[in-house]
């Protein structure tokens, strides 16, 4: 009989009344792991500030609807605390951030307040709280020393950032590090609680509105009849669908209950280095999706502020010790993901995309499950 430890999906037994904290649950990947958790049988608590777009998958899908929670700032560290003990979580999944490149570059202070001091609150506050076995801090594949090789960053390699939001996950990971060492491991710490970071990016799916994110722009633009803008067409990312690395924090988070110590450290969940495409190659793909109006032009500044050209992840590591790889084709990615913008777009209310966000984690991990 196969060891659920070795499935490739969450295993919906470990996860059902567990008792789980989620920071930044108003968020575009916080709401999608709350609906993640409730389609296990999970008890999610979530902290976050009120969602910073309209619209948002947060009140689109009626993601209040599916936890418990707080609107409160991850700065606070009176209130977090407070929340913690009060929700008394075994696993704690802290996504508050502010996640954005070019805004790190109109606030820096802001991003290193949220990031990294905000970070250090959430594990302070951890520390203090009895009955936490699991923390997973997810912070981004922007944290390495972007040198836009070719070959896929791992988990072993140089730490840094360019720009200020990039340099507030590596320190985010620094600190991460740091409390592990100190403050959770051996005979001086809680040698309960095991400390992991969870390092991916640019994922896409349905419900982002973010600023400069090249979805939501499509969106804004495709659904007012103008052509998309784009700033760098020949730019390379590890694009994935939101559910890939959500599962794969998930995955990580019971190995850290069931193995402790082994996985206390920094993960990847990226797709294959042969599996990464261009913005123009995901906007092409998008397009075909839309089923109305779609142009797009590539239009670069040459004022816009510095982003790296190449970006690749090596997750050779979580495939060999969590069974996690990104399982969706790059179309259905994709298509997936147009799907839940058109229901949108077609004027589906709450229960509606509620339904179909349901609809869609479960076909995505039933489909991982048949491949066991």
Not at 110 to 129: D, I, K, P, S, W
Not at 202 to 215: K, M, T
Request: hydrophobic letters at 45%; glycine letters at 8%.
């Amino acid at each position: 009989m196969t060891d659920p430890a070795d499935n490739p999906a969450p295993d919906a037994a470990f996860w059902k009344g567990r008792r789980v904290f989620v920071t930044g649950h108003t968020g575009f990947k916080g709401g999608w792991l709350v609906a993640m958790l409730r389609h296990l049988g999970a008890r999610t608590y979530g902290y976050a500030l009120a969602p910073d777009t309209q619209p948002s998958l947060f009140d689109a899908a009626n993601v209040a609807g599916m936890c418990n929670h707080l609107i409160a700032d991850i700065r606070d560290a009176g209130a977090l605390a407070g929340a913690i003990r009060s929700a008394r979580p075994e696993i704690v999944i802290h996504m508050a951030a502010q996640s954005l490149v070019r805004r790190s570059y109109r606030d820096p202070l802001e991003t290193m307040q949220v990031n990294v001091l905000g970070t250090a609150n959430l594990l302070e506050a951890c520390r203090a709280v009895e009955g936490i076995l699991a923390v997973v801090n997810v912070t981004t594949d922007k944290c390495y020393e972007n040198r836009d090789r070719i070959e896929g960053y791992r988990e072993t390699d140089r730490l840094g950032g360019r720009d200020p939001y990039s340099a507030s996950k590596a320190c985010s990971e620094i600190l991460t590090a740091a409390w592990r060492e100190s403050f959770f491991a051996g005979a001086e710490g809680n040698a309960t609680l095991a400390l992991a970071s969870a390092r991916a990016g640019n994922v896409i799916g349905g419900g982002d509105w973010c600023e400069d994110r090249i979805i939501p722009d499509a969106v804004r633009a495709f659904s007012a009849g103008k052509p998309l803008i784009v700033r760098n067409a020949d730019a390379v990312r590890p694009w994935q669908h939101v559910l890939e690395p959500l599962s794969g924090y998930l995955l990580l988070a019971e190995r850290l209950v069931k193995k402790g110590k082994a996985f206390a450290k920094a993960w990847n969940f990226g797709p294959e280095k042969d599996k990464v495409y261009s913005v123009a190659r995901l906007v092409e793909e998008f397009s075909s999706y839309w089923g109305g109006p779609a142009e797009w032009e590539n239009r670069a500044d040459p004022d816009a502020p510095h982003e790296a050209k190449s970006l690749v992840l090596d997750s050779a590591e979580a495939r060999r010790e969590i069974s996690w790889r990104a399982r969706l084709g790059f179309g259905e990615a994709v298509r997936l993901t147009a799907e839940w913008y058109a229901a949108h777009h077609a004027g589906a209310d709450s229960a509606a995309l509620a339904a179909l966000t349901e609809r869609q984690i479960a076909g995505y991990l039933d489909a991982v499950r048949a491949e066991t």
